[in-house]
Structures are given as structure tokens and as C-alpha cells.
Nanobody, 118 residues
Framework: QVQLVESGGGLVQAGGSLKLSCAASGTIGSIRAMGWYRQAPGNQRELVAVITIGGSANYADSVKGRFTISRDNAKNTVYLQMNSLKPEDTAVYYC????????????WGQGTQVTVSL
């Protein structure tokens, strides 16, 4: 069984910063990539950023230049540094793990709330 434990969400004023963390544990297999998605009320879940095990990162256009994804392969942990936060960044942020163990598998964290106030 695989568990993803997220932390770091909270309430911040516009222009502020937060750093999210997600630690994976259990019978993971080979990690292909880890990433962050978000879902605001009434919206579909959308990709925020993803980083491969090799270190290649991709970002949603809306967060480029403000957010930075990084990972610690030894700890099976992914981070999301969020700077210059805007009210439209308010959402539940979900950690995602893309792994391979006999077959390709995808796992999700429980989500952490990020609220950006004016």
C-alpha cells in the first residue's frame, strides 16, 4: 500500500509564500514522476507542476515564474515552493505519484487547502 502525506497548506495574504511537501511511503516501486494538482470549488482538477525522477519539470502557464517544484529522491518527497501567491491560487492542492510496479500506477494524496486572501 502506498501513502502520500501532504503538508504546508494554509492561509496567506496575496503576495506571500507557502511551501508544500509530499512524502510517499509504502510499496512504491519505481517512481516515474511526482507532481501537484489543484482543484478550486466548481472547477476541474488541474495540473500545477510535475517533476520526473530525472529532474525535468513542467508547469502550468498560470504558475510559471512563481512556483518551483523540486524533489528529494532519497526521501521520496516532492516540494512545491509557491511565491507571489494570488487569490486565484486558492484551491485544494493534491500530490500525485506516477509509479511502476508490475504495472503503471497513480496515487493521490488527501489534499491540502491553500487560501490566498486579498
Amino acid at each position: 500500500q502506498v501513502q502520500l502525506v501532504e503538508s504546508g497548506g494554509g492561509l496567506v495574504q496575496a503576495g506571500g509564500s507557502l511551501k508544500l511537501s509530499c512524502a510517499a511511503s509504502g510499496t512504491i516501486g519505481s517512481i516515474r514522476a511526482m507532481g501537484w494538482y489543484r482543484q478550486a470549488p466548481g472547477n476541474q482538477r488541474e495540473l500545477v507542476a510535475v517533476i520526473t525522477i530525472g529532474g525535468s519539470a513542467n508547469y502550468a502557464d498560470s504558475v510559471k515564474g512563481r512556483f518551483t517544484i523540486s524533489r528529494d529522491n532519497a526521501k521520496n518527497t516532492v516540494y512545491l515552493q509557491m511565491n507571489s501567491l494570488k487569490p486565484e491560487d486558492t484551491a485544494v492542492y493534491y500530490c500525485n505519484l506516477d509509479s511502476f510496479r508490475l504495472v503503471r500506477r497513480t496515487y493521490w494524496g488527501q489534499g491540502t487547502q491553500v487560501t490566498v486572501s486579498l
